[in-house]
T-cell receptor, first 111, second 115 residues
Framework: GQNIDQPTEMTATEGAIVQINCTYQ??????LFWYQQHAGEAPTFLSY????GLEEKGRFSSFLSRSKGYSYLLLKELQMKDSASYLC????????????FGAGTRLTVKP | NAGVMQNPRHLVRRRGQEARLRCSPM?????VYWYRQLPEEGLKFMVY????????ESGMPKERFSAEFPKEGPSILRIQQVVRGDSAAYFC?????????????FGEGSWLTVV
């Protein structure tokens, strides 16, 4: 099985930077994904890491350390519309390569 | 290129009735995943299917729930004799295959309310 842990809630200020951490344990690692989900809507894909290091995509960056079982999502220049849940997910190669999700981090951006 | 299509978007059932949720994957995708999300909670894995084959159903409740993905037509998640605790959003997602580089893309979800 796998454990995917991330903080339940975070609050940040508009224009600031926030880092959302995710730790995981899997029997076989085949990629880590971040999704954004606004209330009442479907999750949308943000980023993918399979090798160690930082992947940058506009205001969003995602980092992975496979040896530590650790990832973070970095959001810069926060906007009010970034208020949403951020879901960390892992493809588990030791479990049919299916996709399992953490419980999500609810981010509130305040003016 | 249509995305993942789910229907119905909203479904109301009385206790004891059956609910059928349908999912058509993106074009070219042969893998389908079903997740359940209770209010204010994360996505819980239910089942992972390929055409005519269940790959992993470890997240499915042992009774009343079943899923299929036939050779032709959409994937179906079936809930028999629904109870109030089945009220949730059910999300379907699809991917081309299960290799490491393939992300999964979600449909808009089906919101089931049991009254």
């Amino acid at each position: 099985g796998q454990n995917i842990d991330q903080p339940t809630e975070m609050t940040a200020t508009e224009g600031a930077i926030v880092q959302i951490n995710c730790t995981y344990q899997t029997s076989g690692f085949n990629g880590l994904f971040w999704y954004q989900q606004h209330a009442g809507e479907a999750p949308t894909f943000l980023s993918y890491n399979v090798l160690d290091g930082l992947e940058e995509k506009g205001r969003f960056s995602s980092f992975l350390s496979r040896s530590k079982g650790y990832s973070y999502l970095l959001l810069k220049e926060l906007q009010m519309k970034d208020s949403a849940s951020y879901l960390c997910a892992v493809r588990d190669g030791g479990n049919n390569n299916d996709m399992r999700f953490g419980a999500g981090t609810r981010l509130t951006v305040k003016p | 290129n249509a995305g993942v299509m789910q229907n119905p978007r909203h479904l109301v059932r009385r206790r004891g009735q059956e609910a059928r949720l349908r999912c058509s994957p993106m074009k070219g995708h042969s893998h389908v995943y079903w997740y359940r999300q209770l209010p204010e909670e994360g996505l819980k894995f239910m089942v992972y299917l390929q055409k005519e084959n269940i790959i992993d159903e470890s997240g499915m409740p042992k009774e009343r729930f079943s899923a299929e993905f036939p050779k032709e037509g959409p994937s179906i998640l079936r809930i028999q004799q629904v109870v109030r605790g089945d009220s949730a959003a059910y999300f379907c997602a699809s991917s081309p295959s299960a290799t490491s580089g393939n992300t999964i893309y979600f449909g808009e979800g089906s919101w089931l309310t049991v009254v």
